[in-house]
Nanobody, 117 residues
């Protein structure tokens, strides 16, 4: 099982980034996919979730209207499009795969996002 994040980096306030999480080793369509983030000195925060069907998404209030989560069943990839980035979005962003019946729970290593001028 692997979850490999990419797309992080340094961006100016107001800018955009798109994170990707490539999944392998499990049945992607049976898993809810989420993005979490953790800033230095803070607890890990759930940012966004897309359910296994892809029809339902949830977002933290802090990112609603700015971030969009999506998934591609063919490429087994989940994306996080981040627009209008703020300094407070700076964190390590990690991908999580949770089986819809609780029979698996996997995490990626994370990718750093830094929003700074």
């Amino acid at each position: 099982v692997q979850l490999v994040e990419s797309g992080g980096g340094l961006v100016q306030p107001g800018g955009s980034l798109r994170l990707s999480c490539a999944a392998s080793g499990f049945t992607f369509s049976n898993y809810h996919m989420s993005w979490y983030r953790q800033a230095p000195g803070k607890e890990r925060e759930l940012v966004a979730t897309i359910f296994s069907t892809g029809a339902i998404t949830n977002y933290a209030d802090s990112v609603k209207g700015r971030f969009t989560i999506s998934r591609d069943i063919v490429t087994k990839t989940v994306y996080l499009q981040m627009n209008s980035l703020k300094s407070e979005d700076t964190a390590v962003y990690s991908c999580r795969a949770l089986h819809l019946a609780g029979r698996g729970d996997y995490w990626g290593q994370g990718t750093q996002v830094t929003v700074s001028s």
